[in-house]
């Protein structure tokens, strides 16, 4: 089944700061944060994932510096307990990709925080309109997302059955919005 799809266009950012004693981090390119990385999207994201998987999806992704780009969450103890990575496509795009978390972590703000760094990261690098991708099973991050600014996207496409699985992810969560209509 396709992916649900958002936008965002350049705006101001909600600021939503970190628990105390949480920090970001830009990968710094060790092996130690790769395995961390892997631990965190084996719970949900890519239940196979693997060191390959960290170079197919971040490190050789195409148009990703994962340096610049790849963003973790420390707890107080230095562990990373959230990820995800915000990138420049060569069409100008922002795209929020590959977003994973440590079950223990969740529900403490640390979505909301980790995109509002990474959306204020993509504007400053010049991004106006800012994407991603989802599954219509993640309430609590799309919820995030729509909390974040975001707006279902609908394809203009009568075979297309997006925006019946819009109407119910939104009801579902309770949350009102406009949708954003492409070709």
Known sequence: ???????????????????????????GGTDEEIAQWVGLCVNGLVPGATAKTFDDTVRNYENIVAEKDCLFVADPDGKYVM??????????????????????????GLGHAILAEGLRMLEARG????????????????????????????????????????NKVCEQLNFKTDYVYEK
């Open 83 to 108: 990820t995800s990575t915000y990138y420049i496509r060569p069409n100008g795009e922002g795209l929020v990709h590959m977003v994973a978390s440590a079950p223990e972590s969740r529900g403490k």
């Open 127 to 166: 991004c106006k309109v800012i994407r991603l991708k989802s599954d219509d099973f993640r309430l609590a991050a799309i919820k995030t997302y729509l909390v974040g600014g975001f707006k279902p996207v609908i394809f203009d496409d009568p075979d297309s059955d997006m925006e019946e699985r819009w």
């Open 1 to 27: 089944m396709e992916q649900l799809r958002m936008i965002r266009y350049s705006g101001p950012v909600t600021d939503k700061p970190l628990p105390e004693g949480y920090s970001f981090k830009l990968f």
